[in-house]
């Protein structure tokens, strides 16, 4: 078991729908990360915070909304999707290091397996 | 922009062999590079973390080195075993400006250890 949780495992949603992804960190981290992974594709990065601040929005639809109240928590809102959107959505944390030093190590929640009908 | 290769796609082996998973990343300006294993439907674990000054980590029964000049990266897993079943995911660090964190995944090696 790792120390990242996500909520929902699964969703299925309508085109018109809003729902809200959810990932939480017991470890203490100071980084975390959205990422999207569709079949037979690399996994892509979505978004990357730091100490809460958005330090990366790599070129994502704005229906994919991110949110980062503070270091545990980070939520992916989700409005008016398409069915191409449908993936495995897994989120990810890690100890920055300071600046000049990046040695951390990723550790991935279990997923949620979105599907858009 | 960094693109990461890995070969084969899929490969099946009987069990107790001995085999070599590749990964080929197209700059060699990098932190550091990560070997992940994936089961299926499932998140990410981490396996072994490279720097970039460096040229292996051993872990167990796994081996992963690095030779950065010619971009490339191999996972030995000896002895393999079913429960070593699983996609092998490669991923590199690229050295970008400080305060971004990104890694660039490679579409990983599906393995499958028969009985």
């Known amino acids: 078991e790792t120390g990242v949780t996500q909520t929902p495992r699964h969703l299925v949603m309508g085109m018109t729908n809003k729902k809200s992804l959810k990932c939480e960190q017991h470890?203490?981290?100071?980084?975390m990360y959205w990422y999207k992974q569709s079949a037979k594709k690399p996994l892509e990065l979505m978004f990357v915070?730091?100490?809460?601040?958005?330090?990366e929005n790599n070129s994502v639809p704005s229906r994919f909304s991110p949110e980062c109240p503070n270091s545990s928590h980070l939520f992916l809102h989700l409005h008016t999707l398409q069915p191409e959107d449908s993936a495995l959505y897994l989120c990810?944390?890690?100890?920055?290091?300071?600046?000049?030093?990046?040695?951390?190590?990723?550790?991935f929640g279990p997923g949620t397996r979105l599907t858009v009908l | 922009k960094q693109e990461v290769t890995q070969i084969p796609a899929a490969l099946s082996v009987p069990e107790g062999e001995n085999l070599v998973l590749n990964c080929s990343f197209t700059?060699?300006?990098?932190?550091?590079l990560q070997w992940f294993r994936q089961d299926p439907g499932k998140g990410l674990t981490s396996l072994l973390l490279i720097q970039s000054s460096q040229r292996e980590q051993t872990s167990g029964r796994l081996n992963a080195s690095l030779d950065k000049s010619s971009g490339r990266s191999t996972l030995y897993i000896a002895a393999s075993q079913p429960g070593d079943s699983a996609t092998y995911l490669c991923a590199v660090r690229p050295r970008l400006t400080s305060g971004t964190y990104k890694y660039i995944f490679g579409t990983g090696t599906r393995l499958k250890v028969l009985a």
């Open positions: 990810a944390s890690s100890q920055a290091g300071l600046a000049g030093s990046y040695t951390d190590t990723q550790y």
């Open positions: 470890l203490g981290h100071n980084a």
């Open positions: 915070y730091n100490f809460k601040e958005q330090t």
């Open positions: 700059d060699s300006a990098i932190y550091n």
